[in-house]
């Protein structure tokens, strides 16, 4: 008696041996399953096993000596989810359950990976069933195995989003690269202009740009995708591509609008719109001309008079239609000292109790006071950096403004 036990001592760490073996060999989960299958099927003669395994969703991992036909009623949740220890399956379970001997859980860390159904072929067969034999041994390799595949899966899952969180900020210092940094925003003797850019995640669907048409005339927009994350940022790193392939002081504003519309409606999906507001200002004649695309109206403030505008003439945002009923050129002379906040909704768009709160009024107050563009930006980040401070900011967020010298 003692002696048979030696031989089935050193039987079962032989199997666990070979089990660690091809772990450490870093074989693929379909050989370790192989594997898995040939000791319960071959070495410890059980006859019928399934493995259902948790991964997003439960899947079978597993199916030996049945038929898929035959666990086709099988419900986890119903049939097996609240067993948490080896069971007996007696005529008390389902009646498509009874062809198994054991419900066998695996759990890894309190919560459960694997459901495993063992029985026998022969069941006429003299003596202990190998089910019940080797019970408790079926569960330790079955910890081993299953417990290294969720390993195995989750180093993969791990490689996997460590290649996208690189994508990603390759990505998003791609974006940087299109956004123009505060070095290169125009500075001279007629106006200043500051920028700002923030994305909800890695890259974002906002957008501002600037375009030195000449000595004397400067192109400039922002704009805001629908959206946020890849996606918009893809439609929106195409639109300015195409924005300052075709904006230019010859093309008149309302014919760019409906060439922007039609590029927008050719590259993103029917549910993708684009808000902009684009201007062209003259340094000489001091006139903003401008169109504004059911984005948030610009806050035009006159330091002299201290009254505050609103651009709003424009049309509806690029990708709603496949044609614009109409475009509205807006025309501003600037006469005075002045300066100009172009902003999009993140700005304004705070989360607070779940609820949406809508800032225009803070906003308008940070803006329009006679501080110069540089402080007033100063006080604007800081109200950013608040909101994202308490969790508050729910979008992508892009400032661009122009101080108008006298």
């Not at 190998?130 to 390993?151: G, R």
């Not at 005075?336 to 107050?365: F, P, R």
Request: aromatic content about 8%; charged content about 25%.
């Amino acid at each position: 008696m003692i002696k048979q036990q030696a031989v089935n001592s050193k039987f079962k760490l032989d199997l666990i041996l070979k089990i660690t073996q091809a772990i450490n060999e870093n074989l693929s989960v379909e050989d370790l399953l192989k594997q898995y299958e040939d000791i319960l099927f071959n070495e410890l003669k059980i006859g019928k096993i399934v493995v259902f395994k948790f991964n997003t969703t439960w899947e079978k991992l597993l199916i030996s000596g049945v038929t898929n036909n035959t666990i086709d009623n099988i419900i986890i949740e119903s049939d097996l989810a609240k067993h948490d220890e080896i069971t007996y399956i007696s005529t008390d379970f389902p009646e498509h359950l009874r062809i198994f001997d054991f419900l066998i859980p695996v759990f890894h860390k309190k919560s459960v990976l694997a459901y495993i159904l063992i029985g026998d072929l022969d069941e006429e067969m003299e003596g202990m069933s190998p089910a019940i034999k080797h019970l408790a041994f079926i569960q330790t390799i079955s910890n081993i195995i299953i417990v290294a595949m969720e390993n195995k899966r989750m180093h993969k899952q791990l490689i996997a989003q460590e290649a996208i969180k690189k994508e990603m900020e390759l990505a998003s210092k791609i974006q940087n690269l299109l956004i123009p940094n505060q070095n290169s925003l125009p500075q001279n003797e007629y106006i200043a202009s500051q920028g700002y850019y923030q994305p909800h995640f890695e890259i974002g669907g906002d957008y501002y740009d600037f375009i030195n048409f000449n000595d004397q005339e400067l192109g400039f927009c922002i704009g805001d995708v629908s959206g946020k994350g890849i996606p918009a940022a893809l439609i929106m790193s195409n639109f300015q591509a195409t924005l300052r392939a075709l904006f230019n002081p010859d093309t008149p504003l309302d014919e760019l609008m409906n060439k922007l519309n039609q590029k927008v409606c050719e590259s993103s999906s029917d549910e993708k719109f684009l808000t902009l507001f684009i201007g062209v200002y003259n340094y000489t004649t001091r006139k903003l001309r401008y169109v504004n695309a059911s984005h948030h109206p610009p806050i035009l403030y006159n330091y002299k008079t201290k009254e505050t505008t609103l651009l709003k003439k424009g049309c509806i945002g690029l990708g709603m239609l496949d044609e614009i009923p109409m475009v509205l050129v807006g025309e501003v002379t600037i006469k005075d000292h002045s300066k100009l906040l172009c902003y999009t909704d993140g700005l304004i768009e705070l989360e607070v109790d779940d609820k949406m709160e809508v800032g225009m009024q803070l906003i308008s107050n940070l803006f329009s006071n006679n501080k110069n563009l540089k402080d007033t930006f100063l006080d604007l980040t800081r109200h950013i950096d608040l909101g994202k401070k308490n969790k508050a900011v729910v979008d992508d967020i892009a400032l661009f403004g122009i101080e108008f010298k006298a």
